[in-house]
């Protein structure tokens, strides 16, 4: 049954891609990129990656395509150009595919527990998590403890490519056509405050969106969740308000010094809570002496590392989106 | 179930493909993006592909006696974070292509190299 499943799943999955590839129209593009994470999402829920599905379906059909329409806003929704030595491309495409699908006969056999990939260290993480750390969902383990060093890089990338986009955003355009364009439409920075519908469902959703952030977030110890997750989530929550409520309300509710403040202070808690380990007589990111029992202490350094990634995930999300919301199209 | 594996693989080559083919031959940057996006999820469809065990379950721990098998939580944690950092340099390289759209008037790439030439 789950075999026909991954199949159908899979199949859709690349028609998805054709049409998304293949349709001039971007805002129909965009659209598809959002079923295309979902689709992509239940195959890892069906591959074992709970986690994974619920970061991609949380990102990809939420963040990433409200992102993109914010940018389809200011650059135009139709693709004009053809496309470049169409012919070229498509066979140095083909032959690449060709290639790539004739060296997957000489892969593993799917689900083999003998792959290379299931000897090296994997298998001493499902046992370590166990010793060190007990907690059961051990991916939360590896990305938080074992694996620490790699996650902070990871948030600090994050916080960087926020500040980028603040950054880049702070140069004000050059061209203006003319700055008294008649107003059509609802008033800038309205929302969809005059549509009853979006108001009044929206409005009861967010306080819900919020507590699933909450549980996702603090339950992520034992079911699939965590900072990353958690974060995508919130952000969720407060694009929608801003979306339903315009623009000012949102930033009213969470000030911009406030989402920078949040940028950075998830990024320097993660930090803190690994020197604090230095300052208690261990290494950089070991939590096993935050408290008197080892296995306690990486507990909470776990609770501490994930509440950071989620604030700084959540805190450059929404920033992010407001740039983009904020700009002017020219 | 080996040839779902290789049904899994060969999604796997399409999509990348797919994905760099819209990277090179298409004008748009936008759409440049997009193809960039789904030559990400191509990998990442690989790696979650390689971590699956058969008659294994997700990795966590609880509710499960001794003897039950787990897929690999590595490869789930590299591509988790790795989803999360997608994103954000995909907003990155939107804010870029914003960016260019005010500077230039358009976001097709052949326009924007006829504007540098002049």
Known sequence: MSVVFSVFMLTLLVITTFAIVRTRHLFVAVVLTGIFSLLIAAIFFLLDAADVALTEAAIGAGIATVLFLGALALTGEHERGGSRNRLLSLAVVAVIASILIYATFDNPRFGDPQAPVHQHVSPWYLDGTREYIDIPNVVTAVLGSFRGYDTLGEVFVVFTAGIGVLFLFSAQPRRRRSSSQPATGPIEGEGLRHYLIPRVVGRMLIPFILLFGLYVQFHGEYGPGGGFQAGAIFAAAVILYALLEGETRALRALPASVLTGLMAGGALLYSAVGVAGMLLGSHFLDYSVLAADPVVGQQIGIVLIEAGVGITVAGVLISVFHAFAARESV | ?118
């Not at chain 2, 499960?64 to 974070?81: A, D, K, M, R």
């Open chain 2, 1 to 118: 179930m080996e040839l779902l594996g290789l049904y899994h693989y060969w999604v796997f080559a399409i999509l990348l493909m797919t994905g760099f083919y819209a990277v090179i031959a298409k004008y748009n940057l936008i759409k440049k993006l997009l193809g960039l996006s789904i030559f990400q999820s191509a990998v990442f469809l690989l790696y979650i592909t390689m971590g699956k065990i058969e008659g294994g379950t997700a990795p966590i721990l609880q509710a499960y006696g001794e003897g039950q098998l787990f897929s690999n939580p590595l490869p789930q944690v590299l591509i988790l974070t790795a989803i999360v950092v997608g994103i954000s340099t995909m907003a990155l390289g939107l804010g870029v292509v914003v960016r260019i759209k005010e500077e230039y008037g358009t976001i097709e790439e052949h326009e924007i190299r006829e504007i540098d030439r002049q």
